[in-house]
């Protein structure tokens, strides 16, 4: 945070400059603070219900999908960033596994159309925000039907 030095003769303008920089860091720091304690409701919620759907939905994942996709657990958040390898000689590329899934009744997102550059073709996101446990294991069961289709 800048502290002007009273004792240093400045103009009206560095005055006004430094009273908004002064105005700008307080609101920043209250803005991380707000989002802060939003975040942790969140979590808190989440535990509260014992509902942690990032750590059923790694289980399951594995449980589905076995070896023909990678990922790293995730600790929060609310997407699971994963790598289908192509093991078994299952498909390698979102784009096409996508196709099969919404065959089968779920949806997740490629995630080539993330990358700058370089898009990776095996990437794909999924997400665990809107739904419940059960939605979950069933969406991630469909997913397994598809990579056998």
Do not use: C, H
């Not at 449980?63 to 990922?71: C, H, K």
């Amino acid at each position: 945070m800048y502290v002007r030095d009273k004792s240093v003769p400045t103009s009206a303008l560095t005055n006004t400059q430094a009273e908004n920089q002064a105005r700008m860091e307080a609101w920043q720091e209250d803005w991380a603070n707000a989002t802060g304690e939003i975040a942790e409701d969140m979590r808190r919620q989440f535990i509260d219900s014992g509902e942690l759907a990032f750590d059923d939905m790694g289980e399951a994942l594995k449980r589905e999908l076995g070896d023909a996709l990678t990922f790293t657990q995730p600790q929060g958040g609310l997407f699971f960033w994963a790598n289908l390898t192509g093991a078994g000689g299952k498909v390698k590329d979102g784009n096409v596994f996508a196709k099969s899934a919404i065959a089968q009744g779920v949806a997740f997102v490629p995630g080539a159309p993330f990358f700058a550059n370089d898009p990776d073709l095996s990437s794909i996101r999924l997400s665990f925000a809107t739904a419940d446990l059960a939605k979950i294991e069933e969406g991630i069961t469909r997913l397994g039907q598809a990579l056998k289709a």
